[in-house]
């Protein structure tokens, strides 16, 4: 068990109180609070060492250099990546797609390919696919759900999709509305074995803050997520990529620090992760984010997935005890994440989400950037909790307490 109100204490933003009433956060799915250390380490970055990396021979730009790079090193352990230079620093999860869709996309993808997503995604992992297949005139494929919210790749489904012709497929390693963990270790090895040359590109922005996760076993060739979803800062974000195909994509954008050698007539670039880096960096982002996985390391990846298990299942079991009240994805806690969608009959999501705010309920409720996926469940919005470790069970019942007043409120 967590000592949820020792961590509580690191996290200065729950000590706010608005209307004399303190935060109750259930939205870390979109973004998670920050502790006191990684607020610390960004100021201590602008406060002692703010400068330029890798351009300068003095100390202080040594010392920037050395924080970056040893936040590379941070989270390329934390993901079980076997180099550091399979780490490129970006803004975020979409940045990291859309790397890979115009990078390797633009120089891989002709007419006679397929890409198959899945209709679960988020928008940033269905987009640049969508407009990569739209642009090159190649095949987009879908892989649906079931009734339980989870992929249909059982029973040798994938057979049915994944064809000689299929180039690359990228889905989400944990729903961000249905909550379902796809497993991904299962589907990279079916995948490989109908066509070994199909990469597997995994969305792991709602996985690498709450799962412990080792991208060699997942069996992946890149994954992606976001440094503010995991307790970092905003505006820094990872892209894994296993060496070959990094060492086959050209360049992502162009500018300093990502060349090997520049004459008038012609350019050689740096190796990953250079080559994707181009210009100055996010420096104090990328030490925030370092820091963040140390905290999350000293917690343990375990505890937390127990944790959010934990709140998960207590929170279903209460869901589920309210009327004109659906739940959307798994109906087992083990086979989801710490993110749950639902709707009560006769309230709009949006109604609802504003009446739990006069409780500092802190919640989301709209398409949650899926509207494919609201569309396959039939309906037009949702609303959505979601946990980290510093949630608690008394949350819960205040979540619930504040459902019934609506429901009292507009007399469903």
Known sequence: MLDTQKIRSDFPILKRKINGKL????DSTASSLKPQLVLSAMDEYYTKFGVNIFRGLYKLSQEA???????????????????????????????AVNLVATAWGMANIDKQSEIICTVMEHHSNFLPWQQLAKNKGARIKYLDIDQDGKLKTQNSKLNGIVTRKTKLIAL?????VLGTINPIREISQAVKKINPDCLVFVDAAQSVPHLPIDVCDLGCDFLAFSGHKML????????????????????YQYGGEMIKDVFLEQTTFAESPAKFEAGTPNIAGAIGLGAAVSYLQK?????????ELLL???AL???????NLTVYGPKKAEERGGVIAFNVSGIHPHDLAQI????????RSGQHCAMPLHQRLGISASCRVSFYVYNTGEEIDKLIKGIKKAQKIFKV
């Not at 989400?172 to 961000?176: A, E, F, G, K, R």
């Open 23 to 26: 935060l109750i956060y259930l």
């Open 356 to 363: 739990l705010d006069e409780d500092n309920l802190c919640l």
């Open 299 to 307: 917690v343990g990846m375990e505890n937390v997935r127990k944790h």
């Open 317 to 323: 079991k209460q869901l589920g005890k309210i009327a």
């Open 232 to 251: 970092g800062p905003v505006g820094i974000g990872v892209l894994w990529g296993k060496k070959k195909p990094l060492d086959e994509m050209p360049p």
């Open 65 to 95: 250099t050395e924080a970056y790079e040893e936040a590379r090193q941070k989270v390329a352990s934390f993901i079980g990546s076997q180099t550091p230079k399979e780490v490129i620093f970006v803004r975020n999860t979409t940045e």
């Open 172 to 176: 989400t390693h944990v729903s961000n």
């Open 312 to 314: 998960t299942d207590y």
